[in-house]
């Protein structure tokens, strides 16, 4: 049996992180667009990250074939993808099963509230439509019924291109998108988690006082992060 040889240099690695150096980031009031961002910049904004996934989709593969596989997740990410993009939401990235959402201030969400606001509907929407809309008609066709949860947070995020020529796209870097991933796998079927961030942010709103406070611990200096959930179904 031959041996593998790394294809990544210690010298390879030193050259990616100087790098990194040269990209250059500006405060930005409104989020970028994709187009108008490119490789190399960032833009640092106010945004709030959704993440919404699919829940027991291991047990989905392990009982259903390829095709009826195929039918449920294209259905489900296009009943997804239309309600957040209807909300102003850029699709940062699918997640096999889920995807990740950036609501960043711009002309259609002035405020760190409107980021919110428009996050928290956006998820409910979603859920909504999974339970109301799409289970109804796979049962009609012999499908299971799937389910889903959401989970939310904001605070100011890097949009960087990052990448190389031709192989490159849109992330976000922060803590909210960190906290918001972390909120979603926590969060039960049928339920939107929004960190303590986003609850504080949405008080004034009206929104807040539907959610049950839990809470998430790390074994680091963070410590306990309190996040709220709401059963949306």
């Known amino acids: 049996m031959g041996t593998n040889k790394l294809s990544v240099s210690k010298t390879f690695v030193r050259q990616a992180i100087k790098s990194s150096q040269n990209y250059v980031t500006r405060h930005a009031k409104n989020m970028p667009q994709a187009e108008n961002l490119h490789l190399g910049e960032s833009r640092e904004i ?3 990250i959704l993440f919404i996934d699919l829940r027991g989709s291991t047990k989905l593969s392990q009982e259903l074939s390829l095709d009826d596989q195929m039918k449920i997740l294209y259905t489900y990410l296009t009943v ?44 409910k929407g979603i859920i909504q439509a999974v339970y109301n809309v799409v289970n109804p008609v ?3 066709q012999g499908l299971p019924e799937i389910h889903c949860a959401a989970g939310l947070d904001c605070g ?15 992330v976000a870097i922060g803590e909210a998108a960190n906290m918001a991933s972390k909120i979603e796998n ?24 539907r959610f049950l406070k839990n809470f998430l611990t790390f074994n680091s200096s963070i410590g306990d992060y309190s996040f709220y959930t709401y059963d949306v179904r």
């Not at 309600?83 to 699709?91: D, L, N, T």
């Not at 995807?99 to 002035?110: A, L, T, V, W, Y």
């Open 156 to 170: 100011q995020i890097l949009i960087s291109r990052i990448g190389i020529r031709g192989e490159n796209d849109l």
């Open 46 to 48: 106010f945004a709030t």
């Open 80 to 123: 997804a993808t239309q309600v957040a993009k209807a909300s102003g939401a850029y699709i940062e990235k699918y997640t096999g099963d889920g995807i990740m959402g950036i609501f960043g201030q711009s002309d259609i969400m002035p405020t760190a509230q409107d980021t919110v606001r428009n996050a928290l509907e956006t998820s």
């Open 138 to 140: 796979f049962r009609e």
């Open 186 to 209: 926590a969060t039960r079927a049928g339920h939107v988690g929004i960190g303590h961030r986003a609850h504080k942010v949405l008080l004034p709103t009206g929104h807040a006082h």
